[in-house]
């Protein structure tokens, strides 16, 4: 089982006292440090212990704890999710076989990356609840969702997690076939610089009789039985 903590539960604050790292005054709400990204004599480095943020006002960054760990480790978020759980003491193992997990009413099942070595054939996910089924293949590409549907036994879906914020890249029809899904719900944020989702994708979601629902039209979505 891969067990991931939920970061940004994790205090910066407290992220930042486990490096030794101490506010040099502290007002409502938030606290002003010595920036640990470069070398400064007078603090303007705030955190948000409100909204766990950070910001350095000297480089005009600033972000999450993941964000944070990665410019202060120099490192990628993989790495950065690998340092938060070691100051949690959470165990990782990497889920390189296909993995069920049960629970009261329902099952989670995890499988593992099709395609190895691409940096976007990551897990993806069959949540079941009786019969009420919802995939979630997440940022997989055509290809390797082309592989999940030849290689696994997929049910047909009540609800599809559309695949890379309904980049044209993502949900290929091979997938929308093997799961025909009655619901497509769309992860994207408006106005997004990417022009997700695709119009090819919208088009195949419709052609393969899905209602679609997207959280720049609709805000957060709330799946019942």
Known sequence: MTVIPYSNRISIRDFLAWRGIQPKYERNGYGMYLSPLREERTPSFKVDYVQNLWYDFGLGEGGTLLTLVMRLERCDSREAILTVA?????EIVFVTEDLTLDFSGGSLRL????????????????MSAGEYDILIPGDMPAAAERVLADTHSLPQVEVLVVGHHGAASSTAPELLQTVSPEIAVISVGADNSYGHPAQAVLDR???????????????DITITR
């Open 205 to 219: 979601l419709t052609e393969a009789g899905a209602a679609v629902y997207r959280t720049d039209q609709a805000g």
């Open 86 to 90: 070691e100051r949690c003491g959470t």
């Open 111 to 126: 499988f593992a990356p099709v395609l190895p070595g691409s940096r976007n054939c990551g897990l993806a996910a069959l």
